[in-house]
């Protein structure tokens, strides 16, 4: 089955340990994406990838890390975390970057910075 | 300031009403996507339209693109509970940078049975 998974589903920690969330996809999608969800904000884009070893930042990337070693995996990666990323986190792959394409949604995160 | 501004934020609604959903820009558009999102889940694509002036249907549901390509509008014809979640639209810009993705503010529609 043609899926996006994350782990962990549901995660409270403190302020300053480092953690990281994983993404995996099973569709051999070029593009994916990490976005986080706040009520009345939508989704907001924090980091793409185009391919491997290829990241940019999308629009709210301060405070986050990821990388793309391989292609079906796009961890984000958050430092020293703080309340104010508390947030439903959600990753998504597309088969290419183009903006017609339809990007598949993992079933999120959601992250409390305690 | 959202770069897709969609209104309203929230519609609650009998089963059997009609609706509309505007999505806004001040950006030009290439493509725009409507996506609906249940509790506990991602969001899932409904629909993308391309071309400025085009108009799909998707069983009740008519996604207009506008001509100008900066807007979209999502009509619902004789809700159902089954309509319930959240709409989101979302595309790229076309000056916009590299390969950003943006997605609006979000609808959240009840419809009450």
């Known amino acids: 089955e043609a899926q996006v998974t994350q782990n962990p589903r549901y995660l409270i920690t403190v302020t300053g340990k480092k953690l990281t969330v994983t993404c995996s996809q099973n569709m051999n999608h070029e593009y994916m994406s990490w976005y986080r969800q706040d009520p009345g904000l939508g989704l907001r884009q924090i980091y793409y990838s185009m391919n491997v070893e290829v990241t940019d930042k999308g629009d709210v990337p301060e405070g986050y890390k990821v990388s793309r070693k391989e292609k079906r995996n796009f961890p984000l990666i958050l430092e020293s975390p703080s309340p104010n990323q508390t947030s439903l986190y959600f990753c998504?792959?597309?088969?290419?970057?183009?903006?017609?394409?339809?990007?598949?949604f993992g079933d999120g995160t959601r992250l409390s910075i305690l | 300031t959202q770069l897709l501004e969609q209104s309203p934020q929230f519609l609650s609604i009998q089963e059997g009403e009609n609706l509309t959903v505007y999505c806004n820009s001040s950006?030009?558009?290439?493509?725009l996507q409507w996506y609906r999102q249940e509790p506990g889940e991602g969001p899932v694509l409904l629909v993308t339209?391309?071309?400025?002036?085009e108009v799909k249907k998707l069983k009740r549901l008519t996604f207009q693109f506008g001509d100008a390509r900066k807007d979209s509008s999502l009509h619902i014809t004789a809700a159902q509970p089954g309509d319930t979640g959240l709409y989101l639209c979302?595309?790229?810009?076309?000056?916009?940078?590299?390969?950003?993705?943006?997605f609006g503010t979000g609808t959240s529609l009840t419809v009450i049975p």
């Open positions: 998504a792959s597309s088969s290419t970057g183009y903006s017609n394409q339809p990007q598949h």
């Open positions: 339209v391309v071309t400025g002036g």
């Open positions: 950006s030009v558009f290439s493509s």
């Open positions: 979302a595309g790229a810009p076309v000056r916009g940078t590299g390969n950003q993705f943006y």
